[in-house]
Every structure is written in structure tokens, then in C-alpha cells.
């Protein structure tokens, strides 16, 4: 069984991406930060073949969640997080999906806006030559990880939301003698700055998006 795993706080006005709303402003912040979730809960519902968990927090905010979500109770598990760090409810999270029978686990946050079904699936491929596979961050972070185990090493003692957190990640992948594999870096939105260049980007392009414009300066 393949099981994805989204991580997400409720949005709630001045709880979400705070460093975003310190130059755009909280309101414009959170219109973004949900947008880029209805995006992520998109993408991995495109992929097939795979149980999908939401685990938020606050844990008393479920029925935020599942409206800002539109979660289909049919497709779409709700679970809060456990308490601990980042690390502590990641491995949380991939060792109850063990459990319940999964032989293959992606976990993505909501930060990243160009994921899509494609590198979930490409992560999961990953698993088939190795034990882990990560997605880098431009950021330094990663914004999924791909593994059949709550292996241990990769969530203890880790700096998260920092600069090192993917090198570290690895060094520590690398102590534990796991087969890393690495899929291309993405970026995460967590300041303006990523947001303004994320929107270049996407105009270069010419995709389109629903995401709302940032609020003038």
C-alpha cells in the first residue's frame, strides 16, 4: 500500500507563513498559504493508487481544516499531529502509516507550489532502488521525503526550517547506511522574496494560476 502524507496548519489569520505576512501582510498571507494547500491536496490526490492523510495542527482545528480543504471523507483521511518537534511528528506520522500497511510513504508540506502528481510518483519509484529519496529545497530544506520506515536518524536531532536541513538530513542518512536518492530542487514559499520569484517564474512560463497576486507595497 502507498500512503502520501500532507503536513499542514490550519489557516488561521496571522498563524501562517509569518514571514510572508511581514512584508505582504497577514491577510494577503493567508489567502496564499491556503491556496498553495487546495494546490498540494490536488496534487496528490491525482496519484494513483495511494491513501492520502492530511495531519494537521492545532489538533482542535479540524473542522478549519476540512473546510479550507474541501476534504471528501471518502478519499481523505484527517489526522492531527502528535506533539513534539517537526521531526518527532514526522516520524510519528510515517511509523503509523507502517503500521496500518503501508510499504511506501511520501511526505510533502504545503509550501511548494510546482509539486504535482508526476514527482510524487517519481518519488515513490525511488523506494524501488533505495531507502529514501528526498525532494531539495532551494532553501536548504526539502520539501518531500519518500521512505518505507520511521527510520530515526533522519528525524533526531535535525536544525528544521534551516539552511543545513537537507545537508544535515543526509549526513545523517549517510551515518545510518540508508540509499539516499535525490529528486531535482523546487522551491518553497516562505518569504515575499520566494513568492515574487515563484510569480516570475510562472509568468515566464506562461502557466497561469489561481494564486492571488501579492498585495501592493
Known amino acids: 500500500m502507498r500512503r502520501v502524507i500532507v503536513f499542514a496548519r490550519a489557516p488561521e489569520l496571522g498563524c501562517v507563513k509569518t514571514r510572508l505576512a511581514a512584508d505582504l501582510g497577514a491577510e494577503a498571507a493567508l489567502e496564499i498559504y491556503r491556496e498553495l494547500g487546495r494546490h498540494t491536496l490536488a496534487a496528490v490526490c491525482a496519484v494513483r493508487h495511494a491513501s492520502v492523510v492530511v495531519q494537521y495542527t492545532p489538533a482542535d482545528r479540524r473542522a478549519l481544516v476540512e473546510a479550507w480543504l474541501a476534504c471528501d471523507a ?5 489526522r492531527p499531529q502528535c506533539d513534539g518537534d517537526l521531526g518527532a511528528r514526522m516520524a510519528s506520522a510515517v511509523g503509523e502509516a507502517v503500521r496500518e500497511g503501508a510499504d511506501a510513504v511520501v511526505v ?27 525532494g531539495p529545497a532551494a532553501d536548504g530544506g526539502y520539501y518531500l521525503v519518500a521512505l518505507r520506515a520511521p527510520h530515526a536518524a ?33 522551491m518553497d514559499i516562505d518569504t515575499a522574496d520566494d513568492w515574487r520569484r515563484w510569480q516570475a517564474m510562472r509568468d515566464a512560463t506562461d502557466g497561469g494560476s489561481s494564486y492571488p497576486a501579492a498585495a501592493p507595497e
Open 154 to 186: 533522519l528525524f533526531h536531532d535535525i536544525p528544521w526550517s534551516a539552511s543545513d536541513t537537507l545537508r544535515r538530513t543526509l549526513e545523517a542518512a549517510a551515518a545510518a547506511r540508508l540509499r539516499v536518492s535525490l529528486l531535482e530542487e523546487r
Open 74 to 78: 471518502g478519499t481523505i483521511t484527517l
Open 108 to 134: 510533502v508540506g504545503t509550501d511548494c507550489p510546482s509539486l504535482d502528481a508526476d514527482v510524487i510518483e517519481r518519488a515513490f519509484r525511488t523506494l524501488e532502488r533505495g531507502d529514501v529519496g528526498f
